[in-house]
């Protein structure tokens, strides 16, 4: 069932009646997450928008308590952590357990992005009676590089959506219709998205009944579809001569690889699809994001890479290992019972490991204090967070790191000014 289709491009100025979706465009701090349009249907959309990416549209006026209720869940505004007795690291955040682990089932294993794991617990939540249902985001049936919201409820569906999709989703988008489903589901979305959902959660009850386990991924950012295309150009394809696309999967890390309509494919490594094209592609609230590994979820899977003798990731093809990071007592029973249910092996891991072999997520957080400074200097709005210890992980950077991050954030912003 698919339940999220991106609109048309909307070249229009984007602007609101709603004080905080104002400040969220004006700071060009959307995550298109797609929860505003999710918690008010009738009165914002969300469409797809230059240079490819999801963002709300105004249909009607939000009143002065929607707009309080508005702000309160809005990833863009800000996230508020807090441990409560978990370990809480500077880097990663509050958790209860790091393992690595792959599914025991070598399809599902060879499906996923890094391993399968992700893929293994919700196929064991789903036979367990855990949840009836899991709502994640898979290829779009019309247009290969796109994603769209599906709902799965058996084997097929999760092989179907298995791998990373490095494109915009908006999997809140449908949230009143999947509350009102009265099914228990698993949630499976960005940090971002996950981040809206347990605000919600914890205000609403009929939200906590109906996700009752959240699952995240570390993550990178969301480039845009522009990026996507740019990836067909470097194949020496385009949209329409491509039948299907896969980001990643089919072994680890896995080949961007299009699937032509004359039969042929054409496919780059993950090195040159994310590390060369993708990533320069990606949305500027992820530039500033202080979450990219998921520290609202119940669980989080990532990559467990190999790493070279100097410590650095290799991303050598090999049978995929997830790390997998139980952040709550529902996501460490969980594990504990997939685990039991031979749908998961787990093996030890050791969390001041973790910083070698995430490398892109150790720099943007340590970057990310002398960014927002540039933003506020420059008079531009930056999200509040609290509980994730800027200071403590701007420290961790030497001085001329952060000046060279602080001064290259204050020249974008010119140039932006420069360029309206």
């Given at each position: 069932?698919?339940?999220?289709?991106?609109?048309?491009?909307?070249?229009?100025?984007?602007?609101?009646?709603?004080?905080?979706?104002?400040?969220?465009?004006?700071?060009?701090?959307?995550?298109?997450?797609?929860?505003?349009?999710?918690?008010?249907?009738?009165?914002?959309?969300?469409?797809?928008?230059?240079?490819?990416?999801?963002?709300?549209?105004?249909?009607?006026?939000?009143?002065s308590t929607e707009e309080d209720a508005l702000a309160r869940f809005c990833p863009a505004l800000g996230q508020?952590?807090?441990?409560?007795?978990?370990?809480?690291?500077?880097?990663?955040?509050?958790?209860?357990?790091?393992?690595?682990?792959?599914?025991?089932?070598?399809?599902?294993?060879?499906?996923?992005?890094?391993?399968?794991?992700?893929?293994?617990?919700?196929?064991?939540?789903?036979?367990?009676?855990?949840?009836?249902?899991?709502?994640?985001?898979?290829?779009?049936?019309?247009?290969?590089?796109?994603?769209?919201?599906?709902?799965?409820?058996?084997?097929?569906?999760?092989?179907?959506?298995?791998?990373s999709r490095y494109a915009p989703s908006a999997p809140l988008t449908q949230l009143t219709e999947l509350v009102?489903?009265?099914?228990?589901?698993?949630?499976?979305?960005?940090?971002?998205?996950?981040?809206?959902?347990?605000?919600?959660?914890?205000?609403?009850?009929?939200?906590?009944?109906?996700?009752?386990?959240?699952?995240?991924?570390?993550?990178?950012?969301?480039?845009?579809?522009?990026?996507?295309?740019?990836?067909?150009?470097?194949?020496?394809?385009?949209?329409?001569?491509?039948?299907?696309?896969?980001?990643?999967?089919?072994?680890?890390?896995?080949?961007?690889?299009?699937?032509?309509?004359?039969?042929?494919?054409?496919?780059?490594?993950?090195?040159?699809?994310?590390?060369?094209?993708?990533?320069?592609?990606?949305?500027?609230?992820?530039?500033?994001?202080?979450?990219?590994?998921?520290?609202?979820?119940?669980?989080?899977?990532?990559?467990?890479?190999?790493?070279?003798?100097?410590?650095?990731?290799?991303?050598?093809?090999?049978?995929?290992?997830?790390?997998?990071?139980?952040?709550?007592?529902?996501?460490?029973?969980?594990?504990?019972?997939?685990?039991?249910?031979?749908?998961?092996?787990?093996?030890?891991?050791?969390?001041?490991?973790?910083?070698?072999?995430?490398?892109?997520?150790?720099?943007?957080?340590?970057?990310?204090?002398?960014?927002?400074?540039?933003?506020?200097?420059?008079?531009?709005?930056?999200?509040?967070?609290?509980?994730?210890?800027?200071?403590?992980?701007?420290?961790?950077?030497?001085?001329?790191?952060?000046?060279?991050?602080?001064?290259?954030?204050?020249?974008?912003?010119?140039?932006?000014?420069?360029?309206?």
């Open positions: 069932m698919v339940l999220n289709m991106p609109l048309k491009n909307h070249g229009n100025p984007i602007v609101f009646s709603n004080r905080s979706l104002n400040r969220v465009a004006g700071g060009n701090l959307c995550a298109g997450c797609g929860a505003c349009a999710g918690v008010f249907p009738d009165k914002l959309t969300m469409e797809m928008s230059p240079p490819g990416f999801l963002r709300p549209r105004e249909i009607a006026p939000l009143n508020t952590v807090d441990a409560r007795g978990r370990s809480d690291h500077t880097l990663w955040g509050p958790y209860l357990e790091m393992r690595t682990g792959w599914s025991t089932d070598p399809e599902v294993r060879f499906a996923g992005a890094s391993g399968g794991a992700l893929s293994g617990l919700l196929l064991h939540l789903l036979e367990s009676g855990e949840v009836e249902a899991v709502v994640q985001i898979a290829a779009a049936s019309d247009r290969p590089i796109a994603n769209q919201t599906v709902i799965s409820t058996d084997r097929t569906g999760i092989l179907a959506a298995a791998g009102a489903s009265g099914r228990r589901h698993a949630f499976v979305g960005k940090p971002c998205d996950v981040v809206a959902l347990r605000a919600l959660a914890n205000e609403r009850q009929e939200v906590a009944v109906a996700f009752p386990i959240m699952i995240s991924f570390f993550c990178a950012g969301v480039p845009s579809e522009t990026g996507g295309q740019a990836v067909l150009t470097a194949l020496g394809t385009k949209s329409e001569a491509v039948e299907r696309f896969r980001y990643r999967g089919q072994g680890w890390p896995g080949r961007a690889t299009a699937m032509l309509k004359d039969g042929r494919e054409e496919s780059m490594s993950y090195h040159d699809s994310w590390g060369v094209i993708l990533s320069k592609h990606v949305q500027h609230r992820c530039k500033i994001c202080a979450d990219g590994t998921g520290k609202a979820a119940d669980i989080v899977c990532a990559d467990a890479w190999e790493s070279d003798a100097a410590g650095y990731p290799v991303f050598d093809e090999a049978e995929g290992i997830s790390l997998i990071v139980s952040r709550t007592e529902l996501g460490a029973r969980v594990l504990k019972s997939a685990v039991a249910a031979d749908r998961i092996e787990t093996d030890t891991f050791d969390v001041e490991h973790l910083a070698t072999i995430q490398t892109g997520q150790r720099e943007r957080r340590r970057a990310l204090l002398a960014r927002l400074l540039a933003l506020r200097l420059a008079g531009r709005p930056v999200p509040l967070y609290k509980g994730l210890h800027l200071w403590s992980v701007a420290r961790q950077n030497p001085f001329l790191r952060n000046l060279k991050n602080f001064l290259g954030m204050f020249r974008r912003v010119l140039k932006a000014r420069l360029r309206g």
